[in-house]
């Protein structure tokens, strides 16, 4: 193997270990809830512990991509890592829930940049099917962390002590940067700092920090016609409209919206914020469904959902190692149809349905999305230049965080319209409405992929 093929290897490795670590911190925590606000006496907070993170995650993600863009992979990979590491270790030794929240914070705004400049700097180090193939990798990492996150933060907070699920973040960090931070070599122009679009920044940070806290406050904590609800919405509104203005006149947009124009990278951002609508409603509502209505344990509705985070894997593997041969338009469509009959499975769910009833469906939504992360990402990356390539993968990342985001609460609405008591039979209409709806989202995706120029260029382009 040669010296820049080994230096290569090492800085995957780290990049995947970088990944992984942030992907399972926002699953590890689930099962150390309890724990977490019996030892520091806030109940009542402790939904902010995942709220927090991802809306710092969310505001970041295009922030940082953008900075790579301008400053180069490696220094903005670690400084997200080192946020990464602080916000955990100061996680781990919070005396209250007040300081937990704010270095959750911390935490997020460091995630914001591990997931997107991770996924640049491989587009950057591969071309072709090899990148088709570590990109599949690369996605997987989500599944896993997903699949093993609630067992981890189960097993420390059962025999060490949940502040473990954050301190164990620490070494990970490490190994993580000295991979990367050591093998990574690249060349970057110098870019002045009067480049830097402040303005467009500072605007959509407010736009979209305004949005996700009337969602993730709405209905729970204040109602939604509530005054403070109303004014975040317009808020949001109001500085998105001046963020828009901004993008146009700036030299060097923190989000070109010429992006937003080329269908091979709209419509796969579309794609990935329908798509994490129709994961969310599956993560949140089938634990639902089978510990109320078909009365099992919540142990049991988690190995439920486990058929969905290994098929998600398998298809991310599969489409990156076969979508140049085949075409990534014919994946992301396959995709889009195998969701499509996973949400139809999902609504003919009954009170006397079988637990492979409930995997069967799951499996179908999990391969589906397999088959369409992957050609996503890489679809998006062929199809820009190497000095927008962090911007348009930051892009795509944010899309998901805010199509999740917004199922929950639109989802969330729906529920609540049609649940009045917690009976069993309320709450299976409740969630046959959740399962229509996904339907329907579905039955959009398979329009909008086919807007999806079918030619082979965006697969071939092999951008430097």
């Keep these: 193997m040669s010296h820049k093929k080994t230096n290569r290897a090492f800085v995957t490795v780290g990049l995947l270990t970088a990944l992984f670590i942030g992907a399972l911190d926002s699953t590890v925590v689930t099962t150390a809830t309890t724990?977490?606000?019996?030892?520091?006496?806030?109940?009542?907070?402790?939904?902010?512990?995942?709220?927090i993170y991802t809306l710092t995650m969310c505001v970041t993600t295009p922030i940082f991509g953008k900075l790579a863009d301008l400053f180069g992979r490696k220094s903005i990979f670690t400084i997200g890592l080192v946020l990464f590491l602080v916000g955990s270790v100061l996680c781990g030794a919070a005396q209250s829930m007040t300081e937990l929240i704010w270095f959750r914070a911390i935490q997020g705004i460091g995630a914001g940049a591990l997931?997107?400049?991770?996924?640049?700097?491989?587009?950057?180090?591969?071309?072709?099917?090899?990148?088709?193939?570590?990109?599949?990798?690369l996605s997987s990492m989500w599944s896993i962390a997903g699949l093993i996150g609630p067992f981890v933060g189960g097993y420390f907070v059962d025999t060490i002590s949940w502040r473990w699920?954050?301190?164990?973040?620490?070494?990970?960090?490490?190994?993580?940067?000295?991979?990367?931070?050591?093998?990574?070599?690249?060349?970057?122009?110098?870019?002045?700092?009067?480049?830097?679009?402040?303005?467009?920044?500072?605007?959509?940070?407010?736009?979209?920090?305004?949005?996700?806290?009337?969602?993730?406050?709405?209905?729970?904590?204040?109602?939604?016609?509530?005054?403070?609800i109303l004014s975040m919405f317009a808020v949001a509104a109001v500085f998105l409209i001046v963020f828009l203005r901004v993008e146009v006149s700036v030299k060097e947009p923190m989000l070109p919206l010429a992006l937003l124009r080329d269908r091979r990278l709209s419509v796969p951002y579309v794609l990935g914020f329908f798509g994490?609508?129709?994961?969310?409603?599956?993560?949140?509502?089938?634990?639902?469904?089978?510990?109320?209505?078909?009365?099992?344990?919540?142990?049991?509705?988690?190995?439920?959902?486990?058929?969905?985070?290994?098929?998600?894997?398998?298809?991310?593997?599969?489409?990156?190692?076969?979508?140049?041969?085949?075409?990534?338009?014919?994946?992301?469509?396959?995709?889009?149809?195998?969701?499509?009959?996973?949400?139809?499975?999902l609504a003919t769910l009954n009170t006397g349905s079988t637990s492979w009833h409930v995997i069967g469906a799951v499996v179908l939504v999990g391969f589906g999305m397999g088959c369409i992360s992957t050609p996503a990402i890489v679809t998006i990356q062929n199809s820009v230049a190497g000095n927008m390539r962090g911007v348009a993968t930051s892009t795509n990342s944010l899309m998901g965080t805010l199509g999740?985001?917004?199922?929950?609460?639109?989802?969330?609405?729906?529920?609540?319209?049609?649940?009045?008591?917690?009976?069993?039979?309320?709450?299976?209409?409740?969630?046959?409405?959740?399962?229509?709806?996904?339907i329907a989202i579905a039955i959009v995706k398979i329009g909008v992929v086919n807007w999806l120029p079918s030619s082979k260029k965006a697969e071939e382009i092999q951008a430097s």
């Excluded at 991770?118 to 072709?128: E, K, N, V």
């Excluded at 109320?292 to 998600?312: D, H, I, K, Q, Y």
């Design 404 to 438: 999740q985001t917004v199922a929950v609460a639109v989802f969330g609405m729906l529920f609540n319209s049609v649940v009045v008591e917690n009976t069993p039979t309320q709450m299976a209409d409740g969630m046959h409405m959740i399962f229509i709806l996904m």
């Design 35 to 51: 724990s977490i606000a019996n030892d520091l006496n806030g109940l009542s907070l402790i939904s902010w512990i995942f709220s």
């Design 165 to 228: 699920i954050f301190f164990i973040n620490a070494p990970i960090s490490v190994i993580s940067f000295v991979l990367v931070f050591g093998f990574l070599h690249e060349r970057f122009a110098k870019v002045s700092k009067s480049s830097i679009d402040y303005i467009g920044a500072l605007t959509f940070t407010i736009s979209i920090s305004s949005l996700l806290l009337a969602l993730l406050t709405g209905g729970e904590t204040y109602a939604w016609n509530s005054p403070f």
């Design 276 to 345: 994490f609508c129709i994961v969310a409603g599956v993560t949140i509502y089938i634990p639902l469904w089978v510990q109320n209505v078909m009365e099992f344990s919540a142990t049991t509705s988690g190995l439920m959902l486990m058929p969905m985070s290994l098929a998600w894997p398998l298809a991310s593997n599969l489409s990156g190692r076969y979508m140049f041969r085949i075409g990534s338009k014919k994946f992301m469509m396959l995709g889009t149809v195998l969701v499509l009959g996973g949400a139809a499975w």
């Design 115 to 137: 997931t997107p400049v991770t996924f640049t700097i491989i587009g950057d180090l591969y071309t072709g099917e090899q990148r088709g193939k570590v990109q599949g990798v």
